[in-house]
Each structure stands twice: as C-alpha cells, then as structure tokens.
C-alpha cells in the first residue's frame, strides 16, 4: 500500500553538497508528515529533520541546523533532503519516513523506504 523510495546517495567530498529524494507511493501523501533519519555504522538511527504535511512547519537536529533542509513538492508526491557544508561524519545510510504528525520520534514513523547510502570523504 506504501512504498518510500530514497535516491541521489553517493560519494562526495568533504565541504560539499548532496540533494537526497525520496519518492512516495502512497494514497494522499499531502496528507503525511515526512522525516529524514540516516543510520551510520555501528550506531543507532538517528532522526534528522521533520516536515509537516503542507509543508509549513519543519525543524532539524542540531547535528545538522544550517547544513540540511528539508522540502516537500506535493505535486510530485516527492520529499527531498538538501545537504550542504557535509562532513565524513554525515556518511550513513539515510532513510525517509511518513508519519500522522511531526515528530522526532522513530516511533511515531509508520513507514520506511529501503536508504540511500551517503559517503563523505576527508
């Protein structure tokens, strides 16, 4: 019934930029709340940004304020993570997500797409 696909991962310098995807089938997706999480090795997943439904309303975590944002284009039903000023130390794997609202909270996340990986060389 739901399928998150996340594309646009890759290889990329230290100081660089990346603009994630992540393309959703799913019944009134403007209806969704969206997040990023990404996931490096070893460590827990980690939430990133969040996107309301309408698009509106967003907020980041620290680790990432003024390098990423987060945007939603509800025509194409697509959600979208541009990165900036990256460091190795954003290299995961980052995975997009809907939610019934906003939150920084895996838990209130109903669904997941399968990752793009992201590598930031020194």
């Known amino acids: 019934q739901v399928h998150l696909a996340e594309s646009g991962g890759g290889l990329v310098q230290a100081g660089g930029s990346l603009k994630l995807s992540c393309a959703a089938s799913m019944v009134a997706f403007r209806v969704y709340a969206m997040g990023w999480f990404r996931q490096a090795a070893g460590k827990e997943r980690e939430f990133l940004a969040t996107?309301?439904?309408?698009?509106?309303?967003?907020f980041y975590a620290d680790s990432v304020k003024g390098r990423f944002t987060v945007s939603r284009d509800n025509r194409r039903d697509t959600l979208y993570l541009q990165m900036n000023s990256l460091k190795p130390e954003d290299t995961a794997v980052y995975y997009c997500?809907?939610?019934?609202?906003?939150?920084?909270?895996?838990?209130?996340?109903?669904?997941w797409g399968q990752g793009t990986q992201v590598t930031v060389s020194s």
């Open positions: 997500s809907a939610a019934y609202k906003i939150s920084n909270s895996t838990g209130e996340y109903k669904y």
């Open positions: 996107i309301s439904s309408s698009g509106a309303t967003s």
